[in-house]
């Protein structure tokens, strides 16, 4: 929001305060600058003394001015638009100016077809003071030539204001919080529910209020008006922050809701049918809104209408077919209150914003309505004349003030760590319009201003001291005793771990949105075999974020997609951060996962690897198994389809074994459409799981002291046997001389011709030692015959 020094300055005299210091004075108060727009030193008003035709160009002259110097200053110019004596913006040599797209460039004296120019004078739009570029501004004629136009034309500051601060969304809203906090006196006072008239309670042949949306609804009939252009003083504030003069009448609203915060709309009565009728939409319909779109409305909207249908979208915008021209004479003049969560959703939705719904959506003072009102009258009979049938019409009622809040000063030291006297504190809430009574003690009763939505416990009170005393005043100290890890400490350990490790392993951290949208969940393998569902949003931003994510491979794989475009195609990704499912009894939870991603080929190419082999599922695993030092990580094969080659990431065998999460390749037709030609392997883990499988103590064992001995064999065994099987079988034999085995070699052939094609041949190295003596040749044999017997006994194999 754009506010001007100028205009704060009707309320609040800052003194010899600088642009500077009341930037810091404004950050102090909790309202962020994000820009200041000032003049330069050196740009200055000029009275034009005359005019002459360039000698060498048609569409310039050559003028002579008054700069406020002993001596004319001769300026060439291309506007058309003045006439001798105007007062013009006049840029001297040495002047920076700021150009639309924001580059600057130095005004310099030089020659314009062969005739000297000693400066440049300027429109409003080359001194973003409004967006008429078409000629010179001209300035008010009482300006004495010389005069420094930063004099005239002050500061404006570009503010950011927080969503729970709609009171600050007005010049005197800014006002009242730079005169509490730097202690100085607000000059005028607003006009609030308090005005002196009598407002009528209106009938059903003037106002018929239906819509639960807007509880509060006012309006004003005004006869006779002249419209026509703004007086200067208006059209400069109104410049001054960027808005377009219009006519007098809109002008006049759009001047009360930046200098109060509270919208009002003018309708013209010749347009108006019968009583104004403040309704919901009906479903499906049309509304032709000022800025020219047609919108499609819903019952959930709120609508000001007439007996021809919707004339302004409540909150939102007005109507075309009724706003106010040249050709009015009789209006009726709307200011209402509406449910500040109905107007977001009428605005989001039909993706129409503006100033009005931007201060109704967060909420605005229900109390200063009839007082908006009351001064926009007033303005409306001194600038366009008319006279009002009646006091204002009222309907509904306005919605309650906010609730006393309890404050124990005792409090405010204690939570604010310093000794703050209860006067101190009285005058802090004062400043900021609060009012207190039921005074016992240290104890008192206060009463919220009715602008101060935000303020509903004792703590919100003491912020309020805190910000106002200055946290740069509260003394440093230490009161936070030595405490033990705690299991949320332990968490954010373990992660950083496995960041730190996968890092070093080569892989990319990633950080992605917690909103997908319903197309991504196919791409989801964290919720596949554990019967959870994901949680849609009951009111989404848009339909690419209306599910909460259930797990982090979609993101992973928009973000390699985005890699792979931009020529990175050998890539190793991981992301760690909170998932999202419900239970099949609607329970939502939440869980803490890793996930990871590897595509492109195993190693960089190079001169001697022209063409590296693509990664497949065991790089994928020799990662994992480098995240569980000491583990015997196994991948058990599953059904699953979202992934090919799925398997279940498991440690330990049997019983004991600890389900991590899933692997598996992205299915190449949707790898595709993310432009990933080559496999794309992926893996999810539940962090907490894998935390409690490989943390703890790391035994270590001591090297051999006695050689070992070696037995290969090789079997034929079923195609559909899973080499889990024949591993969980080494692994249970109770064998005290078998101390490891390997797989090492896999042979099938789909065709039939050298090997049954039902049929895959498996050949394994087992190792067998002794712990304590060097084992014989018989021991050995012995041990082995055994171990096959068994082999035979309770797999389907057949020993080569």
């Not at 030193?41 to 160009?57: F, G, Q, T, W």
């Not at 006279?387 to 005792?410: C, E, N, Y």
Request: with cysteine; proline share 5%; hydrophobic share 40%.
């Amino acid at each position: 929001m754009k506010v001007s020094l100028k205009w704060l300055s009707d309320h609040v005299d800052f003194g010899d305060l600088s642009i500077d210091e009341l930037s810091d004075l404004l950050t102090f108060t909790g309202i962020e600058v994000e820009g200041i727009h000032s003049l330069p030193a050196n740009l200055i008003v000029a009275e034009v003394l005359s005019s002459e035709k360039h000698p060498d160009a048609d569409k310039l002259s050559v003028c002579t001015v008054n700069d406020g110097s002993d001596a004319p200053r001769q300026i060439v110019c291309g506007a058309k638009n003045y006439k001798v004596g105007d007062q013009v913006p006049l840029a001297l040599p040495g002047c920076t100016l700021t150009s639309k797209d924001g580059k600057t460039f130095e005004i310099k004296s030089g020659k314009l077809r062969g005739v000297e120019s000693h400066g440049m004078m300027c429109s409003a739009a080359e001194l973003h003071l409004s967006e008429d570029s078409d000629g010179l501004m001209i300035l008010p004629a009482d300006l004495e030539p010389g005069t420094v136009l930063s004099d005239v034309y002050p500061a404006v500051f570009d503010l950011e204001i927080t969503p729970n601060r709609p009171d600050c969304l007005s010049h005197l809203g800014v006002a009242r919080e730079l005169a509490a906090v730097g202690s100085r006196e607000l000059k005028t006072q607003p006009h609030f529910g308090g005005v002196k008239e009598t407002p009528k309670t209106a009938e059903d042949s003037e106002i018929v209020l239906s819509s639960e949306n807007c509880p509060y609804y006012t309006g004003r009939w005004i006869r006779g008006v002249k419209v026509g252009e703004s007086p200067e003083w208006l059209k400069e504030k109104l410049n001054a922050i960027g808005l377009r003069p219009i006519n007098n009448i809109v002008d006049i609203t759009n001047f009360v809701l930046m200098e109060m915060g509270q919208p009002l709309h003018a309708f013209d009565l010749a347009k108006v049918k019968g009583a104004i009728q403040v309704r919901d939409a009906k479903e499906g319909e049309e509304f032709l809104a000022l800025d020219g779109e047609t919108c499609a409305l819903k019952s959930t909207d709120v609508v000001i209408a007439d007996d021809n249908g919707a004339i302004a979208l409540g909150g939102v915008m007005g109507g075309e077919d009724s706003g106010v021209t040249e050709e009015t004479t009789d209006i009726l003049l709307e200011s209402a209150w509406f449910v500040p969560s109905a107007v977001r959703r009428t605005a989001r939705r039909l993706d129409l914003h503006s100033d009005s719904s931007y201060r109704f959506e967060r909420g605005v003072d229900p109390h200063q309505v009839i007082g908006a009102s009351k001064l926009a009258e007033e303005l409306i009979f001194q600038l366009a004349g008319g006279k009002a049938d009646s006091d204002i019409v009222v309907a509904g009622k306005a919605p309650a003030s906010p609730m006393p809040v309890d404050l124990d000063t005792d409090n405010v030291r204690k939570l604010m760590g310093c000794d703050v006297g209860d006067e101190h504190i009285t005058e802090i809430l004062t400043a900021l319009g609060l009012d207190s009574f039921g005074k016992d003690g240290t104890y008192a009763m206060w009463r919220i201003p009715t602008y101060r939505l935000d303020l509903t416990r004792e703590v919100d009170l003491i912020e309020e001291v805190a910000r106002v005393y200055g946290l740069d005043n509260v003394p440093a100290s230490n009161f936070a005793p030595y405490t033990p890890a705690s299991k949320a400490d332990q968490s954010y350990d373990f992660s950083r771990k496995i960041q730190i490790r996968l890092s070093g392993l080569g892989f990319y951290e990633t950080r992605n949105l917690k909103l997908i949208g319903e197309a991504e969940l196919a791409d989801d393998c964290a919720t596949t075999h554990r019967g959870m569902s994901p949680i849609r949003l009951k009111n989404p931003l848009n339909d690419e974020q209306d599910y909460l994510r259930p797990g982090l491979v979609p993101g992973l794989l928009a973000c390699a997609g985005r890699n792979v475009r931009f020529g990175n195609a050998d890539l190793r990704l991981f992301e760690t951060g909170r998932v999202f499912t419900a239970t099949p009894k609607g329970d939502e939870i939440e869980h803490e996962h890793l996930a990871l991603l590897m595509t492109g080929g195993r190693a960089s190419r190079s001169w001697h690897d022209g063409k590296p082999d693509p990664v497949d599922l065991f790089d994928l695993r020799g990662v994992i198994e480098s995240l569980c030092p000491g583990k015997d990580v196994k991948f058990k094969a599953i059904e699953d389809n979202r992934l090919l080659c799925a398997a279940s990431i498991e440690i330990g065998s049997g019983k004991k074994a600890a389900k991590l999460g899933l692997a598996g390749f992205v299915p190449p037709g949707r790898a595709r459409e993310f432009d990933l030609e080559k496999p794309v392997a992926v893996a999810e883990f539940n962090m907490k799981k894998l935390a409690a499988a490989i943390t703890g103590d790391v035994k270590f064992a001591e090297l051999p002291k006695f050689p070992g001995s070696s037995r290969d064999i090789a079997m034929l065994v079923p195609a559909d046997l899973a080499n889990t099987e024949v591993e969980a079988f080494f692994e249970n034999r109770n064998e005290p001389l078998l101390v490891d085995f390997e797989l090492f070699d896999v042979f099938q052939d789909p065709s039939g011709k050298k090997l049954a094609s039902d049929k895959k041949s498996l050949a394994y190295s087992l190792l067998y030692r002794s712990p304590d003596r060097t084992l014989e040749a018989a021991e050995v044999e012995t041990a082995h015959g055994k171990l096959l017997d068994s082999l035979k006994t309770e797999l389907p194999v057949e020993f080569r």
